[in-house]
Every structure is written in structure tokens, then in C-alpha cells.
């Protein structure tokens, strides 16, 4: 049975042309755009996948169009059939 404790995920978007054109602008407002586009992005399809309450969204990276989330083993699986989603990693602690 998978643990039902929640870890740290990397979860990695597929190609978005939104996010190309915003990133491509490189401008101080462009920016500022980029960042509330991606985190909302992120946010929704957090919110449509998942209960409320059960996740924690930590961060988005606009670098990469991905974000870190606190999530369960099985709430990861269900994000990899996301078709947004390109790749969801478990975060490995660096020895």
C-alpha cells in the first residue's frame, strides 16, 4: 500500500506557447506577466486535479514552467496521466 505522507515533488510542464511568448518578451512588465501566468497556471491545475487542503504548492519555477508541490505517492501518479504534465520527480535529498 502506498504512504499516504506527503514529499516533495518536481513537477515538470509540457510545451506551452503562452508561456514561450511570455518569456520570450524578457521585459521588466513581461516578467511580472510571466510570473502570475505561470503560478496561476499552476494553481489551477493543482486545484482541478486535487481536493482542496491536499497539496501544498510551493513554488513555481518560471525558468523551467514547472512548480514544487507537497504531495502523496499517489496523488503524484494521478499528476503524471495529467496531459499538461510532462514529467513529476520526486525531490532526492543530496547526501
Known sequence: MASEESERYFVFMNYDPEYERLR??????????LDLYISKKH?????????????????????????????????????RSVKEVRVVEKNQELA
Not at 520570450?24 to 506577466?33: D, I, L, P, Q
Open 24 to 33: 520570450s518578451k524578457r521585459t521588466k512588465k513581461g516578467s511580472y506577466e
Open 43 to 79: 494553481d489551477e491545475l493543482l486545484a482541478n486535479t486535487f481536493e482542496p487542503g491536499s497539496y501544498i504548492k510551493t513554488l513555481s519555477l518560471v525558468i523551467v514552467d514547472g512548480f514544487a508541490v507537497e504531495i502523496t505517492d499517489d496523488q503524484a501518479n494521478v499528476l
